[in-house]
């Protein structure tokens, strides 16, 4: 398979070379240069096969002959080795829980796949630093996936002041190749430390830098399977909505990839906080990056989704072939407060504040389409937000033990001001 950028003008490469570089050399996202069906018969397999075998055929689909077969095998059974229930939330409504990785957020799955993607990929065994910023969620799950990996470490990058403690324990607790930095800035801060480091001749000859990015095509393709899981789980015959929780968009994006595939889907719903970049753009034709807002879904706070680069590049620029697939529905946090309250009497299920923005979402589109049968995206355990989610039903959320265990652990942090030369210490060290 080769990979294209999003722009056209790097030319096209293949998985090692998008996986290792992140960004194409043009500044565009890479995709595969075909999406094609998937032939029935693999449709039945995947209906009736664990994730990761499932995984294996839905990624071998898209790395097609990039990896021999062993090697995709072991990457996913190592990658995808935790559930991905589907719980009943309504007579129309389920909910695919996809947090039951290690860091409870969905981003477990694609920052796990693309550690072992990345370990199996690396040309030489040289000591390799994974550097990462984060503003919440990322650097756990890109911790977590790397850790314990012989030859390489992550330094995580955060703002002292601007992570929950509950979510910079996932990193700062590990101990182990997880070096945590806590930057005396903000986030915007961070990100700038981490490009100039990149961008630093003289310290990349010196230490191997690679990104965990969130638009690392390695961290996009397994996103691709959990559609197929859902939809092989999906009771009725209708093809279902997915209501997706967008920030970024990769999440997305990967449905939308799953579609091309031949995933049986009616419509996606593209479900924002008040950042309503891409619901704006749906009705209007105008794409507006604008400074995020903060809300209390705060993994969704981004004002320049980078992955509507690719969404538009999936389909040419063409705006309504892309509304025919996918609607917009945007919410406020009041909104998300009362889904959450509301939906936590009526049925005894806890929604974090993410996933009820997706459900508030198709809540709305059944307005148009009543009997929609819908299947929401639970990016994230309740109790990672547990000051927003206990508040809102009035009773403290249980916190799973894997939790815990961070939250008993020991944080050990460096602290540094936003400048080169102590973010370059570090890496030399
Ligand atoms: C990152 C994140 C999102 C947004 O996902 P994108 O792929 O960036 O759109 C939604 N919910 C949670 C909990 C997240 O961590």
Redesign the pocket.
């Given at each position: 398979m080769q990979y294209v950028s999003t722009t056209g003008r790097a030319p096209a490469t293949d998985l090692r070379t998008a996986v290792m570089q992140g960004l194409a050399p043009d500044g565009g996202l890479y995709l595969p240069s075909s999406i094609d069906a998937m032939p029935p018969d693999a449709l039945d397999t995947i209906a009736t096969s664990s994730p990761a075998t499932a995984a294996l055929l839905v990624c071998r689909r898209l790395t097609g002959g990039d990896l021999d077969d062993d090697a995709l095998r072991d990457i996913v059974e190592r990658a995808i080795d935790f559930p991905f229930p589907l719980v009943r939330l309504d007579d129309r409504t389920s909910v695919l829980e996809l947090f039951h990785g290690p860091t409870l957020?969905?981003?477990d799955v694609g920052a796990r796949f693309m550690a072992h993607l990345l370990d199996h990929l690396r040309p030489i065994r040289d000591p390799l630093t994974v550097l990462v910023a984060t503003s919440?969620?990322?650097g756990g799950a890109v911790a977590h996936a790397f850790l314990g990996m012989p030859d390489t470490r992550v330094v995580i990058l955060f703002p002292a002041r601007g992570v929950s403690d509950r979510q910079a324990r996932q990193f700062t607790t590990l101990g182990a190749n997880a070096i945590a930095v806590a930057v005396n800035g903000s986030f915007d801060d961070c990100q700038r430390l981490v490009k100039r480091a990149f961008a630093d001749v003289r310290l990349r000859h010196e230490v191997a830098l690679t990104s965990a990015n969130?638009v690392n095509i390695g961290r996009l393709l397994p996103q691709v399977v959990y559609y197929f899981l859902a939809w092989a789980r999906h009771p009725g015959l209708r093809p279902p909505v997915f209501s997706?929780?967008?920030?970024?968009?990769?999440?997305?994006t990967a449905g939308l990839i799953a579609k091309r595939m031949g995933l049986p889907v009616h419509r996606f719903i593209a479900a924002t906080n008040v950042n309503r970049i891409v619901p704006d753009f749906l009705e209007t034709g105008v794409f507006t990056p604008r400074p995020s807002r903060r809300t209390i879904?705060n993994?969704?706070d981004?004002g320049d989704?980078s992955?509507f680069a690719r969404i538009m590049a999936l389909y040419d620029g063409d705006a309504d072939a892309l509304r025919r697939d996918v609607g917009g529905s945007a919410h406020t946090d009041d909104e998300t407060r009362a889904c959450i309250t509301d939906t936590f009497a009526r049925s005894g299920y806890v929604l974090?504040p993410?996933t009820a923005v997706a459900y508030l979402a198709l809540r709305h589109a059944r307005a148009a389409d009543r009997d929609a049968r819908g299947i929401v995206l639970a990016?994230?355990h309740p109790a990672k937000f547990a000051e927003t989610v206990e508040r809102a039903i009035g009773q403290a959320v249980p916190v799973p033990a894997r939790l815990a265990e961070r939250l008993a652990a020991d944080p050990v942090v460096t602290s540094i001001e936003p400048r080169t030369d102590e973010l370059n210490r570090i890496l030399r060290s």
């Open positions: 957020a969905f981003k919440g969620d990322t969130s997706t929780p967008c920030g970024n968009f990769g999440n997305l879904s993994a969704m981004v989704p992955n974090d993410h990016t994230a």
